[in-house]
């Protein structure tokens, strides 16, 4: 049993075009779940690079602190996740950019996080 993967259009085994909106199944169904699943990985990676970047920058505002420890764990989670994801599958250069960046960045908000707003070698006026 198959779909047309743009109309969902139920197809015979042996359909080769859509009769609904004239797809190509024969040619391009095949391709269409690794698309799919590459996809996820770049979302992953932008959304790593982009939370790990916005966790540094928020780290210098103190009473933002909270957040940016926050955003810290996705940001090295899903850069973490999309550079597993890819390992073996594709051959994502900018993929794996996009997450390795994303790691970085969360790394850097965590220690700029721990180390701008900690409270460790202030002197309190004693």
Do not use: D, W
């Not at 210098?60 to 940016?68: A, E, R, S, V």
């Amino acid at each position: 049993m198959f779909f047309c993967p743009f109309c969902k259009t139920h197809l015979p085994e042996n359909q080769t075009f859509c009769p609904k909106c004239g797809y190509a199944v024969v040619l391009s169904l095949q391709f269409y779940p690794s698309i799919q699943h590459k996809s996820r990985y770049v979302l992953l990676a932008l959304l790593s690079m982009t939370l790990g970047i916005t966790s540094c920058v928020i780290s210098f505002f103190p009473y933002l602190y909270f957040i940016g420890m926050v955003l810290v764990v996705p940001a090295i989670a899903f850069g973490a996740i999309s550079l597993e994801g890819i390992a073996h599958k594709f051959n994502g250069k900018l993929i794996r950019l996009f997450a390795i960046t994303g790691l970085a960045f969360g790394v850097l908000g965590y220690i700029f996080n721990v180390l701008i707003n900690s409270e460790v070698g202030t002197s309190s006026g004693l």
